[in-house]
């Protein structure tokens, strides 16, 4: 197989009706889908400016127009929709989730644009640019965050971007909120079994809405809660308890990450769009979903 050709057959013909087609009217020759989606995949994996893009995949602006129109259409989210609810029906979703964030360093190509820093931006609609483009300054410099849900096989069922500078918790209950994978009958499911976190998402308030919703609650304490607690006396409530063994499990979301940032552009954030940047991480999910599947259409 070359090494441009980046999906099988199967493979392919499992989201190709998805994609867009010919609209009918008269132009210029509609673009091959195929080729537009692996030029994307092969910038993103390579980490390569748009403009060496190999002439094998078409023109590089045909290329960056479908994946800009994408991202902003929502259209590997309806793809990775797809693949969510065929694994679930195939027994293949593990419900024993984890969560985790991981920072990926802003180019300076990605950062010169306009941006506001003054007001609060709201990371629970993908869909939405924020004003600040999800940048976020540290002591490391310009940063994205990448937060995600992954099932028991380390697979992103939730993704979402913030600057890197924001903190893990806040953004646990929007990834639930958007956890939502469609059955044949009946409504989508929406909760996970149990959810394994690091001390980041140790919270009043994030114990209290997974025992409301039945979720066993995989989260250590930090010591400085333990300490509050315990001088509170009776009022500290009762001690958290968590299943250690269990824990180790969530190891998988880690080695995720890891295979998240094998593809040298989401590494390194080059977009200057935060829609466009959260859109090739989902495709990199689509693409760990349809391994896992097979090649079976």
């Not at 091959?32 to 993103?44: C, H, K, L, N, W």
């Not at 360093?105 to 640019?129: D, K, M, V």
């Not at 209950?173 to 009958?185: E, Q, S």
């Not at 994030?206 to 809660?225: C, K, M, N, T, Y």
């Amino acid at each position: 197989m070359s090494r441009f050709v980046l999906l099988s057959d199967a493979q392919w013909a499992s989201i190709s009706d998805l994609m867009p087609g010919p609209t009918g009217r008269k132009g210029r020759p509609f673009a091959d889908a195929r080729s537009m989606v692996e030029g994307i995949v092969y910038r993103y994996r390579t980490g390569i400016a748009w403009r060496d893009l190999p002439t094998v995949f078409g023109p590089w602006q045909t290329v960056w127009k479908w994946h800009r129109r994408m991202a902003g259409d929502g259209l590997w989210d309806t793809v990775l929709g797809r693949l969510l609810a065929a694994a679930d029906a195939a027994g293949m979703v593990d419900w024993s989730v984890s969560v985790d964030s991981t920072i990926a360093r802003a180019h300076q190509h990605a950062t010169n644009i306009t941006r506001s820093t003054g007001g609060s931006s709201n990371y629970t609609i993908p869909g939405l640019e924020p004003p600040d483009h999800g940048f976020g300054r540290s002591r490391g410099g310009l940063s994205t965050k990448v937060h995600q849900l992954v099932d028991g096989h380390g697979l992103p069922l939730v993704t979402a971007i913030t600057p890197g500078q924001a903190g893990d918790s806040p953004m646990l209950l929007p990834l639930l909120h958007d956890l939502r994978i469609a059955r044949p009958i009946g409504r989508p499911r929406t909760r996970p079994e149990k959810l394994r976190g690091d001390k980041a998402y140790s919270s009043r308030a994030i114990r209290s809405h997974l025992r409301a919703r039945g979720i066993e609650s995989v989260i250590p304490e930090p010591r400085d809660q333990q300490g509050h607690r315990t001088r509170r006396g009776s009022r500290g409530g009762r001690p958290v308890t968590y299943d250690p063994v269990d824990y180790k499990n969530r190891n998988v979301i880690e080695r995720g990450f890891c295979r998240l940032k094998q593809w040298r552009g989401l590494a390194t954030r080059y977009d200057k769009l935060a829609i466009v940047y959260r859109a090739a991480v989902v495709l990199n999910a689509v693409i760990a979903w349809l391994h896992h599947l097979g090649d079976t259409p």
